[in-house]
């Protein structure tokens, strides 16, 4: 067998691992069809993972119970009378997203859901851009305080129960924590 041969087949094996070691850690998926957005205001591809800030308080959030985020977490109060808001981790990081919550870092977690998951569940993410929000604000406007209360309460606890699967963030007794996706 030839040098080039050899190098090729061994380029072509460790180029193979290198992606599904990516799909693996990552949920990165290689692919043409669904380029990521290259400014906040791009629709959300479902490649992409969208954060949702969760107050750290145990009616929201408890690390004890085997479904740690609560269905509360992803109830629509009166001022997302267009739809809920999560953030696009393309465009801000989880620890952002927490410290500009208007209570500070330590009083929240960050989840995080990929969005071809929302997108399963029959609702959508569009982008929002607001001045005073973090980069990458969205938002799923088919939860709104006017949602069917029954549909609204099943779909939160289907976000809840994404959510819980990858906290992105979370404060410490010490400190703040981020947590690898």
């Known amino acids: 067998m ?5 190098w090729a087949a061994a380029w072509q094996f460790v180029s193979g691992r290198l992606v599904r070691l990516l799909i693996r850690w990552c949920g990165f998926i290689p ?3 669904t380029p990521l957005a290259k ?3 791009d629709p959300v591809s479902p490649r992409e993972y969208v954060l949702r800030r969760v107050f750290a ?3 929201h959030f408890n690390p004890a119970l085997s479904e740690p985020v609560q269905r509360v977490a992803f109830q629509p109060n009166k001022k997302d009378a267009a739809g809920i808001s999560v953030f696009r981790e393309l465009f801000v990081t989880p ?4 410290r500009r919550g208007p209570k500070g870092p330590s009083e929240y977690i960050v989840v995080r859901l990929l969005a071809a998951d929302v997108f ?3 609702l959508s993410v569009l982008p929002d851009p607001q001045a005073d929000q973090p980069p990458g604000h969205a938002i799923i406007p088919e ?3 006017q949602t069917e209360k029954k549909r609204s309460k099943e779909l939160q606890r289907e976000l809840a129960k994404l959510g819980g ?3 992105a963030y979370r404060a410490t007794l010490s400190g703040v924590q981020g947590q690898p996706g």
């Open 95 to 98: 620890m952002e997203v927490a």
């Open 143 to 145: 939860l709104t305080p």
């Open 165 to 167: 699967r990858n906290i």
């Open 57 to 59: 308080a145990a009616d």
């Open 2 to 6: 030839e040098a080039g041969t050899v």
């Open 39 to 41: 400014d906040e205001r």
């Open 31 to 33: 692919s043409q069809q």
């Open 120 to 122: 399963a569940l029959g």
